[in-house]
């Protein structure tokens, strides 16, 4: 179903699409897979570099909300009576610090408006309709491409060969897959630094249930299956790369702060070169002794002698 008052988004995206594909096509065969498979994962990685701000905004509040756990812990203990109270005060607390618990959700509406133009977009091709600024040329290149032998714009049910129900539908599994993993290495960061939050158990759940996705993911055209699994791929891989920079607070038993040294990243840890051999050690120098002369008697000092 087409949103009349996106038509602008769904041109831009098409436009999108139309510039990636020719630049592709100038070394490649338009009509290739491969030419259609990197149009799609470059438009993901460049939908995903311009809400890297978003994401950027979300992990800082995240990481501000972690710096509060304790803070947190304490409302909560003081007015466990009162929940609505302690509501009122744990959201005054993160709203004088500048944090926002809603701030999480900023890169996956960001992302929903480039996800139903994707679909829409695709879905005009399967029908074979030039709509949103497309040529017919465009629309005949993107339905002859095959992805391992499925066509691009071809959902699960309406595949119409066996091998090609199964390249779609492994494509589904690693979207699923994907979508587990992303939803886990969030939570699990979660609900370690707050273990006491009274959602962690909504939250874990949400983290088995997302992989049903794939179900409805049976329904969408396989262009738009590897551009989710692409956006899955970079959001666990800008996660890992926020988290081992900046590792969870430690807290001592007065709930003050100690720092915590960061994880050298993988580029780091490649360009540490093998450890040089270390030269022995030179031999020790020889002690000297100073030689303190004997103490003479006094009558050797004066020079006199027995008689």
């Given at each position: 179903?087409?949103?009349s ?57 995240s990481?501000?909300m ?23 005060e ?7 610090a500048?944090?926002?618990p809603l701030?999480?959700c ?48 071809a959902?699960?049910f309406?595949?119409a ?5 199964i ?14 993993l ?11 630094q707050m273990?006491d939050?009274?959602m ?11 992989p049903?996705?794939?179900?409805f993911?049976l329904?969408f055209?396989l262009?738009l ?11 666990l891989g800008q996660?890992?790369w ?5 590792p ?24 540490k070169?093998a ?5 022995p050690?030179?031999p ?17 000092r ?6």
């Open positions: 179903m087409e949103l008052w996106l038509n602008w988004l769904y041109t831009a995206v098409a436009q999108v699409i139309t510039w990636i594909h020719q630049a592709y096509s100038t070394v490649l065969d338009p009509n290739s897979g491969l030419t259609w498979a990197l149009t799609i994962i470059t438009l993901t990685i460049c939908m995903r570099i311009l809400i890297f701000p978003l994401f950027l905004k979300q992990m800082r509040s990481r501000k972690q710096e509060l756990a304790p803070k947190v812990q304490e409302l909560r203990k003081r007015y466990k009576d009162d929940k609505q109270r302690m509501n009122q744990v959201m005054a607390l993160y709203q004088g500048g944090a926002n701030g999480g900023l890169p996956v509406v960001a992302q929903f408006p480039i996800f139903i133009s994707m679909f829409t977009v695709l879905r005009a091709i399967a029908a074979d309709q030039p709509k949103f600024g497309m040529t017919q040329e465009l629309v005949d290149s993107a339905k002859q491409a095959l992805i391992l032998g499925a066509p691009l714009p959902t699960f309406e595949a060969h066996v091998g090609e129900k390249v779609i539908g492994i494509f589904v599994a690693i979207s699923s897959g994907t979508t587990f992303t939803v886990r290495q969030s939570v699990t960061r979660s609900m370690a273990p939050n009274p962690a158990q909504q939250q874990k759940i949400l983290m088995y249930i997302s049903l996705f794939a179900f993911s329904n055209p262009g299956i590897m551009y989710w699994v692409t956006t899955n791929l970079w959001t996660q890992h926020f988290y081992s920079r900046h969870m607070p430690q807290f001592d038993a007065k709930g003050n702060q100690i720092p915590v040294q960061s994880k050298p990243g993988l580029i780091n840890k490649l360009r070169t450890p040089e051999e270390q030269a050690p030179p020790p120098e020889p002690k000297i002794v100073r030689q303190q002369p004997s103490r003479q008697s006094r009558s050797k004066t020079g006199s002698k027995k008689s």
